[in-house]
């Protein structure tokens, strides 16, 4: 539970030598059995947020619930009820705050991307019988984000990261199919509204990851606490003017 976003892997084919659980290939199916479950391990950890919060009122005379908690929770309970992602409610902006203050580990409050595994025939060919069915799924069911993508492409591309030749041969018989993971990666920052950059030295390149908005000294404070407390400046650069100019390792030339 204690996770800010959900990428949820949904299968769309058939296959002799992958078992499924039930015994058959049914995205739509496992989508739904997956969302009752989450929403049902937030119920149980709903309740005992709510009746610690109770517990705590009843030893503090001079504390009570508010009108806006009893709401609040009231429409929280009924939507996990009914196997509703709290995600998928109309909150006001207090609302959000008491729930994300008394109940922070509610999974269904947290954002989520959805992947489809195909084929590697059909990721190429850009089809499936599933997709429509799938994509309909998740706009019926508060929306989001769809990434098809092929476990079986992705395994053969990667399996060719020495062979330069072999690469291109692969991504030329692609059909101009690439690789998916950018953009599960991509969307994944996106969702948790986080952004990343890079820093390069002789030995290494390290990426580092902040929040969007984030100031120069905050962004300097992921690195180490004492590049906040003593900063100066940052000297930045975009990637593709690094790539232009660097002819070796490091920011040297850039600089």
């Known amino acids: ?4 976003g959900i990428f949820h892997v949904v299968r769309a084919f058939d296959s002799e030598e992958v078992i499924h659980v039930d015994d058959s290939v049914d995205p739509v199916r496992d989508l739904e059995t997956i969302q009752h479950e989450l929403c049902a391990k937030d119920m149980e950890y709903f309740k005992r947020a709510l009746d610690q919060e109770k517990t705590d009122v009843k030893k503090n005379p001079t504390m009570k619930l508010s009108a806006l908690f009893v709401a609040t929770m009231d429409r929280v309970e009924e939507m996990l009820g009914k196997k509703l992602p709290i995600r998928d409610g109309e909150w006001s902006t207090p609302e959000v705050e008491l729930i994300k203050e008394k109940c922070p580990q509610l999974i269904t ?32 069911h508060g929306g989001g984000v769809m990434i098809p993508f092929s476990v079986e492409y992705e395994e053969e591309l990667w399996a060719l990261r020495d062979d330069p030749d072999g690469e291109k041969a692969f ?7 690439k690789s998916a993971m950018p953009k ?10 986080m952004i990343y950059y890079f820093t390069a030295g002789e030995k290494e390149v ?11 000294p905050a962004a300097a404070g992921v690195i ?3 590049f906040e407390r003593g900063f100066i400046k940052a000297e930045v650069c975009s990637y593709d003017d690094f790539k232009a100019v660097a002819t070796k390792k490091g920011m040297s030339e850039v600089k």
């Open 1 to 4: 539970q204690a996770v800010d």
């Open 109 to 140: 409050t947290k954002p989520i991307v959805y992947l489809v595994n195909l084929t590697k025939s059909d990721f190429i060919r850009k089809k499936n019988k599933w997709l429509v069915k799938i994509h309909t799924w998740i706009k019926e």
């Open 171 to 177: 991504l030329e018989a692609a059909e101009g199919a």
């Open 184 to 193: 599960m990666v991509v969307q994944g920052y996106k969702e948790l509204n």
């Open 206 to 216: 390290r990426c580092w990851t902040v929040l969007d908005g984030a100031l120069a």
């Open 224 to 226: 180490h606490s004492d």
